[in-house]
Each structure stands twice: as C-alpha cells, then as structure tokens.
C-alpha cells in the first residue's frame, strides 16, 4: 500500500499571501495524484487531478506541481474562502487507492 | 448537475451489518463508475470500493472479505454493505463518482456502531 505524507500538518496564513502545501507519496506515484479541500461538514471537492490539472470550475490561483514521490499544492493568493483542509491522494498503484492525512489551513 | 445522496442508519450494532444506498440524480449510473469512501478522525480519508453499473467491482484489501456491493440502475442507486461491524466502522460514509479520483460527492451519511 503506498503511504501519502502531507505537510505540515496546519499551517496559519494571511488572506492574500501565497501558500505551497507538501504530499510525499511512499513510493513513485508518476503523476497520478489528485488534491481535494474540504470545508467543515462538506464533503471534499476535488480541486487538481493528474498533479496538475485542474478540474471543472477551480480558480487559476490553484495550481499543482511534481511527479515521482514529491507534489505541490500552490495557492497563489489565498482567498478567505480558501480556509479549508487539503488531502492528496494517489491513484497510481491500487487498491487500495490512498489518501494523505491533509493540511489544515487557517486563519493568521 | 450530478446530485449523490447517501441514505441509511446512522446507528447499527456491532456485529451486524451496516447498509447505505447512494441516489443518483443528474447522472445515469450506467454512465459512471461509483464509489464508497469514509472518513473517521483515527483513520482519515478511506476509499472503500467501486462498482460499475456492469457489476465490474474492486475492493479496498482490509476490508474486502466484509463487503457486499450492488447496483439497481431502475431506481438510479448503488448500496453497500459492510458485515461483521465494530466501532472501528464509525465514521462518515460518502458515495462518489469517479474512477481513480472523484469528482462529485454525496454529503456524506455519519454511521455509529454502538449497542
């Protein structure tokens, strides 16, 4: 099974600033990797598949970087709507299919 | 614009089988492959297993063994079953669209295994 690591766990920041969010895969994933956010009591939406495309409606401040084992999340200016948990999850190897613990990002 | 909506108990016994039905709406499920995801705050975000309305199915290894999945295309809804429930079942259960990663979510179904 491969073991998604996402870092940091939280991380607080200002509305406005950049942020970069960190998925580790166990073992190489190429880029079959995804990224959601969720917001409390909503399910996860699916924001970038194949580690940089984006889906159906994501604004342009969302981008998605790597390949291998190393992946990216960048929010170029971060909105306050955009205060949410953030899980990748890889699809290259399965079942199972995997997804990491998430980062929370909060309010500074 | 594809609705899912999960249904079911949110109180089952341990030991018994705990059972949830996702509706389609906006989509034929014929269309789609069709997933069980559950997240809990010990485990995270979990994917269960799919199904295709061909009855093409696949399953998470660990809880392979405890799984029942069918699909009834006349209603538009797939369900899942989960045998041998213990407290570490509970959690929010999601029905999801997609196959390899999931582009539409039901709301989620909180599931508790108490007596």
């Known amino acids: 099974e491969i073991v998604m690591t996402q870092s940091p766990a939280a991380l607080s920041v200002s509305p406005g600033e950049r942020v970069a969010l960190s998925c580790r895969a166990s073992?190489?994933?190429?880029?079959?990797l995804a990224w959601y956010q969720q917001k409390p009591g909503q399910s996860p939406r699916l924001l970038i598949y194949?580690?940089?495309t984006r889906a159906t409606g994501i604004p342009a401040r969302f981008s998605g970087s790597g390949s291998g084992t190393e992946f990216t999340l960048t929010i170029s200016s971060l909105q306050s709507e955009d205060f949410a948990v953030y899980y990748c999850?890889?699809?290259?190897?399965?079942?199972?299919?995997?997804f990491g613990g998430g980062t929370k990002v909060e309010i500074k | 614009q594809v609705q899912l909506q999960e249904s079911g108990p949110g109180l089952v016994k341990p030991s018994e089988t705990l059972s949830l039905t996702c509706t389609v709406s906006g989509d034929s499920i014929s269309t789609h492959c069709w997933n069980w995801i559950r997240q809990s705050p010990e485990k995270g975000l979990e994917w269960i297993a799919y199904?295709?309305?061909?009855?093409?199915?696949n399953y998470t290894p660990s809880l392979k063994s405890r799984i029942t999945l069918s699909v009834d295309t006349s209603k538009n809804q797939f369900s899942l079953k989960l045998s041998s429930v213990t407290a570490a079942d509970t959690a929010v259960y999601f029905c999801?669209?997609?196959?390899?990663?999931?582009?539409?979510w039901g709301q989620g179904a909180l599931v508790t295994v108490s007596s």
């Open positions: 073992q190489s994933v190429k880029t079959n």
């Open positions: 194949d580690a940089s």
């Open positions: 999850q890889q699809y290259n190897n399965w079942p199972p299919l995997t």
């Open positions: 999801a669209r997609g196959y390899s990663n999931f582009d539409s």
């Open positions: 199904i295709y309305s061909s009855g093409n199915r």
